[in-house]
Nanobody, 115 residues
Framework: VQLVESGGGLVQPGGSLRLSCAAS????????MSWYRQAPGKEREFVAR????????NYADSVKGRFTISRDNAKNTVYLQMNSLKPEDTAVYSC?????????WGQGTQVTVSS
């Protein structure tokens, strides 16, 4: 099982990034997918979630209206489009796959929002 995140980097406040998480080794289309983030010295926090067939999404209040989660089950990939980025969005972003009690994590990708 592998979850490999990409797309992180350094961006100025107000900018955009699109993160990707490529999955392999399990039946991707059967799993709900989520993004979490962890800033230095803070607990990991939920960012966004999408159901297995993509019919429903939910977001943390802090990113609602700025971030969009989506998935392509044909490509076994989940995305996080991040717009209007703020310095407080700086964190390591990780994707998570979950189905019932089974869950998998990726290693994460660093997002830094700074001028």
């Amino acid at each position: 099982v592998q979850l490999v995140e990409s797309g992180g980097g350094l961006v100025q406040p107000g900018g955009s990034l699109r993160l990707s998480c490529a999955a392999s080794g399990f039946t991707f289309s059967s799993y709900a997918m989520s993004w979490y983030r962890q800033a230095p010295g803070k607990e990991r926090e939920f960012v966004a979630r999408i159901t297995s067939v993509g019919g429903s999404t939910n977001y943390a209040d802090s990113v609602k209206g700025r971030f969009t989660i989506s998935r392509d089950n044909a490509k076994n990939t989940v995305y996080l489009q991040m717009n209007s980025l703020k310095p407080e969005d700086t964190a390591v972003y990780s994707c998570n796959a979950r189905r019932w009690t089974t869950g998998y994590w990726g290693q994460g990708t660093q997002v830094t929002v700074s001028s």
